[in-house]
């Protein structure tokens, strides 16, 4: 049952303040730290309100904000599975979040417990971590009072990446069933993935040294763990990891940086040699975005399509090795932000889904396939295997030698993709392991296709709401005639293709444009800006 008194007297430590509205929108809440108190809070009372829900299962909080800027913040809850929150309660989260007066807080809790339907006498178990922000710290603090408002049993995860809290979540949940995820530790997030990708590379030859830029956040803890329990099978440098120096977190480095301003990070221009492949992680380690210079010095990118193109073809051949090609179907999920190119070519391939922007909207399209592979051109993306396949795999037997070895491959990639949420450490393995068995050098798997120029723009409108789109996000419905105006502009462009979105993380619209030169994607992109605004 809930104490009403303790559970007033801290709301009132953590009043909401007035005029400031709050979403639980794709990343969850985000904003600045400084405006968060109120919100971490109230997660508190919301993590634990949906771990009664969840019988007790545990229920994770990560405090993040990705990518955005220093003194950003924000917070997301994790289901047990160790998925993203089931979309009803995100608008849970929203009504929550915006009421102004404690009372008013108190009559939003008990029409959550009515209508969410909760029994209030269960246990509830929260684990939660934070990254590097400065912010962080207070705010874990007020989210450790809303947990203790509602007598929720909390632990604290420290300060680590979002996919390490994810593993934890789905670890915690499944200890000791049939479907243990692994231990649940930090440390046996680090074994786990790093002891499938030594299986995975043995007896291959050396790769030359990768370059990490840890975006100066808290993928330079995890990075360092990799490095060190890898040693000489994996050579790492580091860059980028200055943790404590304000300012500097996803500040000219970082995944979203490399990938927005396609260009490399500044602190890289003297040391990178070409041909010498590179990554970048950003803020809180769940993206991952590889780089290199050809022969000219020119930048190349190798973002999430091209990661999705290596990955899916690697296991799709392995697949076909083992003797598994009819029971084992692979397929793709992407968004409309994918390279046209990068669709082209898997799609001749493989079946290929697109689907909105976000997280949970690929994630569970993924999990339509036994193999699903999904990545966003951001460089978000793991692979998922359903429990059927991860089952074929177990009991399948091999007839020969090379599909018993194929086999062993699948069963450590298995092992070695974080299956929760895409994991920059994780994928930087799976994309290191699939270099090392193909023998490919950053050039040679640049070339699987050539990306289509493309520009990417935000446009401040006065309502982003009256954008509303269909077909995977990829057409607006309103406002009414602007797609059509959108149409006629692209037909002139050779391969052009160019959609608009509202943000889901930001107050504004975005506008994509794809074209067969530089400028003429720049062109489009700045046309179709110009219709919007
Ligand atoms: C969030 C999403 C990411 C998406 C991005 C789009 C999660 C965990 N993250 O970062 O998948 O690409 O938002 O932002 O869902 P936008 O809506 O502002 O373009
Ligand atoms: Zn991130």
């Known amino acids: 049952t809930l104490e009403l008194n303790l559970l007033s007297n801290l709301a009132n430590k953590h009043s909401k303040p007035p005029y400031l509205r709050f979403q639980y929108g794709t990343a969850g809440f985000r904003t600045l730290g400084a405006n968060l108190d109120s919100v971490l809070f109230r997660v508190g009372v919301l993590a634990g309100l949906r ?26 809850l994790v289901d047990p599975r160790g998925e993203m929150l089931e979309a009803a309660w995100e608008a849970h989260a929203t009504t929550l979040s915006n009421a102004d007066t404690t009372e008013e807080l108190l009559e939003v809790i008990a029409n959550i417990i009515q209508v969410a339907k909760i029994d209030i006498s269960k246990p509830a178990r929260v684990v939660y ?11 874990v603090a007020s989210l450790e009072d809303g947990l203790r408002a509602v007598g929720a049993e909390a632990r604290n995860a420290g300060v680590t990446t979002t996919p390490v809290l994810h593993y934890l979540v789905r670890a915690i949940n499944t200890k000791s069933t049939t479907e ?147 029971k084992v179907r692979v397929g793709i999920v992407q968004t409309a932000y994918a390279n046209g190119a990068s669709t082209k070519y898997l799609s001749s391939r493989l079946p290929v889904k697109c689907v909105a922007t976000g997280v ?24 998922l295997f359903s429990p059927e396949t991860v089952r074929t795999l177990e009991t399948h037997q091999p007839s020969t030698p090379a599909q018993s070895t194929a086999l062993n491959y699948l069963i450590n990639l298995t092992q070695l993709i974080n299956q929760t949420v895409g994991d920059a450490l994780s994928d930087m393995l799976l994309v290191e392991a699939v270099l090392a068995h193909k023998s490919y050098s950053a050039v040679e798997w ?20 009256i954008f509303q789109t269909q077909d995977a996000e990829r057409r607006l419905v309103s406002p ?54």
């Open 129 to 139: 971590a934070r990254d590097t922000r400065p912010s962080g710290e207070a705010l």
């Open 446 to 465: 640049d070339g699987l296709y050539s990306d289509l120029p493309n520009r990417l723009v935000k446009v401040v409108v006065a309502d982003r709401n």
């Open 360 to 383: 949970k909207h690929l994630h569970h399209a993924a999990e339509h396939y036994p193999i699903g592979v999904y990545f966003e051109a951001n460089g978000h993306g793991t692979v």
């Open 480 to 533: 009414p005639g602007l797609q059509a105006k959108i149409d006629e502009l692209v037909r002139r462009y050779d391969a052009g293709r160019s959609f608009v979105r509202p943000s889901g993380t930001e107050d504004v619209v975005r506008v994509y444009a794809e074209a067969m030169l530089k400028p003429l994607a720049d062109e489009l992109a700045f046309r179709v800006a110009g219709l919007v605004y």
């Open 180 to 326: 243990s995820y692994g231990e649940d530790s930090e440390d046996g997030y680090y074994e786990k993935m790093c002891g499938a990708y030594k299986k995975l590379v043995a007896n291959r030859p050396l790769p030359p040294p990768l370059i990490v830029d840890c975006a100066n956040g808290v993928g330079t803890f995890a990075a360092d763990r990799v490095k060190d329990i890898l040693g000489s099978t994996l050579p790492i440098t580091l860059v980028n990891t200055a943790t404590t120096t304000v300012g500097a977190l996803n500040n000219a480095s970082g995944a979203d940086f490399v990938k927005t301003s396609q260009r490399l990070p500044p602190s890289l221009s003297d040391t990178l040699k070409p041909g010498e492949r590179a990554c970048s992680l950003d803020g809180d380690a769940d993206r991952l975005i590889y780089f290199y210079l050809d022969e000219s010095g020119t930048f190349k990118m190798l973002d999430g399509d091209k990661i999705a193109a290596l990955v899916a073809s690697f296991i799709v051949e392995q697949v076909k090795l083992a003797g598994l090609e009819n």
């Open 51 to 76: 771990s009664k829900k969840q019988d007790g299962k545990t229920i994770g909080v990560m405090v993040t904000a990705s990518h955005n800027p220093e003194p950003d913040n924000g917070v997301k």
